[in-house]
């Protein structure tokens, strides 16, 4: 079991999709995306498997949910600064994980 205090140490918070484009140089398909997270935490990049689901154009302006405290992960030439969560449909293809009404960008889920 996972404590109250281990579970705080995981920083979720909600932030917009600015840019999201093609990440050709990926092993599985994925996207480069460009989110802003608001003031305090700024503007962060990201590369995720969402080809599936989502086009570039359905992508920007989508606001969604990030671990903002990991560290960076250099994936080929992209340095992914932030994890984009979602759930697996039937056949393991990700979702992306959605607030329902929008909140202002770096809020903290809790």
């Not at 140490?9 to 802003?36: C, H, M, N, S, W």
């Not at 608001?38 to 949910?65: D, F, N, W």
């Not at 960008?105 to 809790?110: I, K, M």
Request: glycine share 8%.
């Amino acid at each position: 079991m996972l404590t109250w205090e281990e579970f705080e140490k995981v920083d979720l918070r909600a932030g917009t999709i600015l840019e999201a484009r093609e990440f050709p140089q990926a092993r599985r398909p994925a996207y480069q995306l460009v989110l802003d997270f608001g003031p305090e935490i700024g503007i962060k990049k990201s590369s995720a498997q969402l080809t599936h689901h989502y086009t570039p154009a359905t992508l920007v302006g989508r606001q969604v949910l990030a671990v903002v405290n990991f560290p960076p992960k250099q994936i080929g030439p992209f340095r992914s600064e932030v994890l984009v969560v979602g759930a697996p449909d039937a056949e393991g293809h990700t979702v992306l994980a959605a607030l329902a009404a929008t909140v202002p960008n770096g809020s903290r889920l809790h």
